[in-house]
């Protein structure tokens, strides 16, 4: 099954972004069948061949979750963005002392207090 995505390149820190068609079990930077174009994440720049993205949607080629919500927001395809990632819930560990729940207080009735009995005055 063939796939559109990004291909990193560049180096450590200074990183850009080729569009590629390729089969989906080839490495990411691996060999690829067509260049579509180039992403500069530093300068948001895209360069990309509309004619060729549309060629190969309608071939029924797969894109990344990436690479559909970058070409939305450059206005190259339209549709609704996909989610690209999701968060991993860490789950705080059940541990013995955080299951057992100290035992509530027991909050005494208010007692309305007496007034003192007042020492006459001699």
Same mark, same amino acid.
């Given at each position: 099954?063939?796939?559109?995505?990004?291909?990193?390149?560049?180096?450590?820190?200074?990183?850009?972004?080729?569009?590629?068609?390729?089969?989906?079990?080839?490495?990411?930077?691996?060999?690829?069948?067509?260049?579509?174009?180039?992403?500069?994440?530093?300068?948001?720049?895209?360069?990309?061949?509309?004619?060729?993205?549309?060629?190969?949607?309608?071939?029924?080629?797969?894109?990344?979750?990436?690479?559909?919500?970058?070409?939305?927001?450059?206005?190259?395809?339209?549709?609704?963005?996909?989610?690209?990632?999701? &968060?991993?819930? $860490? !789950?705080? /560990?059940? +541990? #013995?002392?955080?299951?057992?729940?100290? &035992?509530?207080? $027991? !909050?005494? /009735?208010? +007692? #309305?207090?007496?007034?003192?009995?007042?020492?006459?005055?001699?």
């Amino acid at each position: 099954m063939l796939t559109m995505r990004l291909q990193r390149i560049g180096k450590r820190g200074q990183a850009y972004f080729r569009i590629v068609v390729t089969e989906h079990t080839k490495k990411p930077q691996g060999e690829f069948l067509e260049l579509l174009g180039s992403y500069d994440p530093h300068k948001k720049n895209l360069q990309a061949k509309k004619e060729r993205i549309e060629h190969w949607r309608k071939q029924g080629v797969n894109m990344s979750a990436t690479l559909h919500n970058l070409l939305i927001n450059h206005n190259i395809i339209s549709g609704e963005k996909k989610t690209s990632w999701k &968060p991993k819930v $860490k !789950e705080k /560990p059940t +541990t #013995p002392a955080q299951e057992a729940t100290p &035992p509530e207080k $027991k !909050e005494e /009735p208010a +007692t #309305p207090e007496t007034p003192s009995e007042e020492k006459p005055a001699e």
